[in-house]
């Protein structure tokens, strides 16, 4: 079965200091896998992709992600945290077009 | 700017009362979907569609409805039928692609569903 588990369900960090979310995922296949955005009442906003090209992924913002099949993990990563950076954060399995999965969810807070 | 358009922002339904969510894109996707997202988790799928006049049904598709009788267009009506419809829902769209992944979709700015 897929599955998408982003570990925290809430990330709190100080303005300036690295952010890390952490996502894992199980398919049976080989997964497109991708990291979106959501300010509250919002849409859901993309901020990167990976599709079994490089394994390191940068996109915008300022954000990456790095794609490591042995840990079936695919966590997000940002240097130096903003305010504007405080939002809801899912990560994304999609397999076909009836097999897209999105985790639960992280929330992250920006501590001026 | 193209984009995807979903009106209204907040709707209230009266027991017994169907309603619909209008979404419209001029992005010219071929794949259109429809998301319920309840606080605390993550989108389900009610219905997508890949062409127009056909659609499938996703993960909760019972007590609501779709069609889409044009490309830009693909309306979604929460029917009497569904007990728990107070939501966040989104309408997303991509392009086809091969083999119909790896496509990323594009979102509009959802519409909030209370219960009178």
């Known amino acids: 079965a897929q599955s998408v588990t982003q570990l925290d369900s809430h990330v709190s960090v100080s303005e300036g200091t690295p952010v890390l979310l952490r996502c894992n995922y199980s398919?049976?296949?080989?997964?497109?896998l991708f990291w979106y955005v959501q300010h509250p009442n919002k849409g859901l906003q993309l901020l990167l992709k990976?599709?079994?090209?490089?394994?390191l992924v940068k996109g915008i913002n300022g954000f990456e992600a790095e794609f490591k099949k042995s840990e079936t993990s695919f966590h997000l990563t940002k240097p130096s945290a903003h305010m504007s950076d405080a939002a809801e954060y899912f990560c994304?399995?999609?397999?076909?077009?009836?097999?897209?999965?999105f985790g639960p969810g992280t929330s992250l807070s920006v501590i001026p | 700017d193209g984009g995807i358009t979903q009106s209204p922002k907040y709707l209230f339904r009266k027991e017994g009362q169907n309603v619909t969510l209008s979404c419209e894109q001029n992005?010219?996707?071929?794949?259109m979907y429809w998301y319920r997202q309840d606080p605390g988790q993550g989108l389900r799928l009610i219905y997508y569609?890949?062409?127009?006049?056909?659609?499938q049904k996703g993960d909760i598709a019972e007590g609501y409805s779709v069609s889409r009788e044009k490309k830009e267009s693909f309306p979604l009506t929460v029917t009497s039928a569904q007990k728990n419809p107070t939501a966040f829902y989104l309408c997303?769209?991509?392009?086809?692609?091969?083999?119909?992944?790896?496509?990323?979709?594009?979102f509009g700015d959802g519409t909030r569903l209370s219960i009178l």
């Open positions: 997303a769209s991509s392009i086809l692609g091969p083999g119909g992944r790896n496509q990323p979709q594009h």
């Open positions: 569609s890949q062409i127009v006049n056909d659609f």
């Open positions: 990976y599709t079994s090209a490089a394994t």
């Open positions: 992005l010219n996707h071929d794949a």
């Open positions: 398919s049976s296949y080989s997964p497109s």
């Open positions: 994304v399995v999609w397999t076909s077009y009836d097999k897209v999965i």
